[in-house]
């Protein structure tokens, strides 16, 4: 494993994986749980075997349930992923910090940093609102 631990950019996949991995399984796991029983009761009274109910009624259903946890969850590792430069991985926040070293403009820097992270946020936000929307008009519809 070390070709591959010794490079920080995988370091940092695998803590980050790792890190949200269980957190998303339990996102998964409340919303399965959170379906009503008489849904799953009506699939399998309509001749539905548990794979073909698990794929039309239990995933489509949960997805919808848990989109804002999940949604949650990615702004979070957003977030989380500042921490990546402390295994030398230069990313955003990394980054910013050698230019801080070079032009002695902390403010400036972080500031632009700090837009970056914002900017990143708000189109992930913008879309899960998005999907969440469009998982609703197709619930509406009878999809």
Same mark, same amino acid.
């Given at each position: 494993?070390?070709?591959?631990?010794?490079?920080?950019?995988?370091?940092?996949?695998?803590?980050?994986?790792?890190?949200?991995?269980?957190?998303?399984?339990?996102?998964?796991?409340?919303?399965?749980?959170?379906?009503?029983?008489?849904?799953?009761?009506?699939?399998?009274?309509?001749?539905?075997?548990?794979?073909?109910?698990?794929?039309?009624?239990?995933?489509?259903?949960?997805?919808?349930?848990?989109?804002?946890?999940?949604?949650?969850?990615?702004?979070? +590792?957003?977030?989380?992923?500042?921490?990546?430069?402390?295994?030398?991985?230069?990313?955003?926040?990394? +980054?910013? !910090?050698?230019?801080?070293? !070079?032009?002695?403009?902390?403010?400036?820097?972080?500031?632009?940093?700090?837009?970056?992270?914002?900017?990143?946020?708000?189109?992930?936000?913008?879309?899960?609102?998005?999907?969440?929307?469009?998982?609703?008009?197709?619930?509406?519809?009878?999809?």
């Amino acid at each position: 494993m070390w070709p591959y631990l010794r490079d920080p950019f995988w370091c940092a996949t695998a803590t980050m994986t790792l890190h949200t991995a269980a957190y998303i399984a339990e996102i998964l796991r409340g919303a399965i749980q959170a379906i009503p029983p008489g849904e799953i009761e009506a699939a399998r009274a309509l001749g539905m075997s548990r794979p073909k109910a698990l794929f039309y009624i239990i995933l489509p259903r949960a997805a919808r349930i848990g989109l804002p946890a999940y949604s949650n969850e990615v702004i979070l +590792m957003l977030k989380a992923s500042a921490l990546a430069s402390t295994v030398t991985l230069l990313e955003l926040t990394g +980054m910013a !910090r050698t230019i801080i070293a !070079r032009t002695y403009l902390p403010v400036e820097i972080f500031f632009a940093a700090g837009m970056f992270y914002l900017l990143m946020a708000y189109v992930l936000v913008r879309g899960f609102k998005l999907l969440e929307r469009w998982l609703r008009v197709d619930a509406c519809q009878g999809r």
